[in-house]
């Protein structure tokens, strides 16, 4: 917990001081974190899939969070960790595809869990891929490769994710066509959402799950992927939805925009998601900014995985 002084509003009145948690509810529905540490080590924080999901966003959205647990500290998967969990929750299996021959397993991480459908009982698969670590450098060179290029897929597409893709693509899409007849869901946060998103355009899945994804290809790219059932949540501020420029890149699929009051909502007007991240960053800059622990920038605050998840979970019936 911490404090936050309000000064008077005017001679007469007197100060006041506001008592907030960490994890600070901004709606009856769903929680909010301003920690480092939930930016930074999104895997750290346990509860995973605490309740039991009950669709398919709340299944996605939490295994892309899972997606970032590691062996510390080295950046390989903790396998042992992942298995245990995604086992509570019915899922018999677990294949883990990682950039071969790095030191400290850095590079690009994926895997392919097989479960079964909670509604139906047929076989269920889902692959997620991990999000940048910025402790790792060949995430940052795959980030910031902003060039354009033609690919094994439609239209051109942001060369250093597919550089990256290309590292685990091969074995991993084996291991997808080994799986046999099933239900395919991709997932994906930051530059896990982009190359989830660039499977799609390899693979077509069942349906496409993304958190706080980059743009990833040119309006071609978007246009080929039109038929795939896209989901892609954008959390108020977050930066890393809003690059590349928009002036080559186009996002695919309308958003479910994150309000600053945690309710998600599809597909609101520009005008709207400026007015409220207007708010959102005052907002932030009151209650988070300047305590210890915190991230100062509400655009990369949004963009931790927890606060995606919670008000994702919050969204669904």
Not at 77 to 101: H, T, V, Y
Not at 198 to 211: Q, S, V
Not at 248 to 265: F, Q
């Amino acid at each position: 917990m911490f404090f936050v002084y309000e000064p008077p509003v005017s001679s007469q009145a007197a100060p006041r001081v506001v008592l907030f948690k960490q994890d600070d509810p901004l709606s009856p529905k769903a929680s909010y974190s301003a920690a480092q540490k939930d930016l930074f080590n999104a895997g750290e924080r346990g509860g995973f899939f605490s309740p039991k999901p009950q669709s398919d966003a709340t299944l996605c959205v939490e295994i892309a969070r899972l997606a970032y647990c590691r062996k510390e500290p080295d950046f390989g998967f903790d396998q042992d960790r992942i298995q245990k969990i995604l086992g509570g929750i019915g899922f018999a299996s677990c294949q883990f595809f990682e950039s071969p021959g790095r030191p400290q397993g850095k590079g690009i991480h994926s895997f392919l869990a097989l479960g079964e459908d909670w509604e139906t009982k047929h076989r269920l698969a889902v692959v997620t891929f991990r999000g940048t670590d910025v402790k790792d450098a060949s995430n940052m060179v795959y980030d910031f490769d902003f060039e354009l290029q033609a690919w094994d897929g439609p239209g051109k597409v942001h060369r250093g994710f597919a550089n990256a893709l290309n590292e685990v693509h091969s074995r991993l899409d084996q291991a997808i066509r080994d799986t046999g007849e099933c239900r395919l869901l991709y997932t994906g946060h930051s530059l896990g959402a982009a190359l989830a998103t660039l499977m799609a355009g390899l693979r077509r899945p069942d349906a496409l799950y993304t958190f706080g994804s980059p743009r990833v290809g040119d309006a071609t790219f978007v246009e080929a992927l039109k038929d795939v059932k896209s989901y892609r949540y954008v959390d108020c501020c977050d930066v890393v939805a809003r690059v590349p420029p928009e002036i080559e890149y186009r996002h695919l699929g309308e958003p479910y925009y994150i309000k600053r009051d945690r309710k998600v909502t599809f597909n609101p007007s520009e005008r709207s998601i400026v007015r409220d991240q207007a708010s959102a960053v005052a907002e932030y800059v009151a209650r988070y900014a300047f305590w210890k622990g915190n991230e100062r920038m509400p655009e990369l605050a949004d963009h931790s995985p927890i606060n995606y998840v919670w008000p994702v979970k919050a969204s669904q019936p």
